[in-house]
């Protein structure tokens, strides 16, 4: 008789975790877990503080449990160079903040649209001149974000507009006007403003004054402390702030993760968003 051939058992992707340096603030494990456990998943979400160096043999280094991947700074650049595919707005973008593992990596930007949700949730769905504070990385999210919303013309205001040359050659991309001046020059009135600037920035004698008056709705990405100076300088204006595109860009990972779509909504996913916000 035939000796039985054991069978193993099929692996579940069921490990997940947030990457960056520094990484021990983050609050993606807590908006995580609180949707897994309204889905009904038995997933595993963790930290890790891995830093640019490092991120190739820490990718390579996970097996088959693995299902994905958030990427912070200053791995967004590393993650959208290790995706086998990316979608359109990582493509634009340059950034992915999302790996979904497998046979193949594929690789997201959910900042764009964790900005446009955020924004829609406070009421702005469409804009036609935008203001973004800053040249950085997250820069080019907020300026894929405005041509999302409609945005006709873009200005950068940064300590350096030398650092927009990219911004102003992606604007050209898409199709948006985009000029750069100095974070002390503003010029013209605008519908809204992005601020991607780090927390805790302190603007020049003035700056936050003046760019309150003639800035519109206020999108601040950063979120502790808050109110920001910024946010604070700003007055009757609207004002958003970066906890909603950090909820709603979890949102759009926890999709990649569910189903591989981050435009698809989840099951119940008002109950989601509700658990994912109490833990804010």
């Known amino acids: 008789m035939p000796i039985p051939t054991a069978v193993a058992e099929p692996v579940t992707a069921s490990y997940l975790a947030v990457w960056g340096d520094p990484i021990a603030h983050s609050k993606s494990p807590a908006l995580h877990a609180a ?6 998943l038995d997933w595993e979400y963790g930290r890790r503080q891995v830093d640019a160096a490092a991120f190739a043999e820490a990718l390579d280094g996970l097996d088959a449990r693995w299902r994905g991947l958030s990427l912070t700074m200053p791995l967004k650049e590393e993650a959208f160079r290790a995706a086998a595919s990316r979608d359109a707005h990582a493509e634009l973008t340059g950034a992915v903040n999302t790996l979904l593992l ?3 990596i594929a690789g997201y930007n959910t900042d764009v649209g964790g900005i446009v949700d955020a924004l829609a949730e406070a009421g702005i769905t469409e804009t036609r001149s935008v203001r973004i504070l800053g040249a950085g990385a997250t820069a080019a999210s907020a300026l894929v974000a405005a041509a999302d919303l409609g945005a006709e013309s873009v200005e950068i205001s940064a300590r350096r507009p030398e650092r927009a040359a990219g911004l102003i050659a992606l604007g050209e991309r898409i199709g948006i006007s985009v000029e750069a001046r100095p974070l002390d020059d503003v010029a013209a009135e605008t519908d809204l ?3 991607t600037l780090p927390s805790g920035t302190v ?3 003035g700056a936050a004054s003046a760019l309150a008056a003639r800035g519109g709705a206020l999108f601040d990405a950063a979120y502790a402390p808050w109110p920001s100076a910024l946010a604070a300088a700003w007055g009757g204006a609207t004002v958003v702030s ?3 595109m ?5 949102v759009r990972q ?3 993760f569910h189903h591989g779509d981050p435009s698809t909504a989840l099951p119940d996913e008002a109950a989601v968003v509700a658990a994912m916000r109490a833990v804010l």
């Open 35 to 40: 949707a897994y456990r309204v889905l009904g």
């Open 193 to 195: 403003t992005i601020a």
């Open 254 to 256: 926890i999709r990649i």
């Open 102 to 104: 497998g046979d193949a």
């Open 246 to 250: 950090l909820l709603h860009q979890a």
């Open 203 to 205: 603007l020049p004698e």
């Open 242 to 244: 970066g906890l909603g």
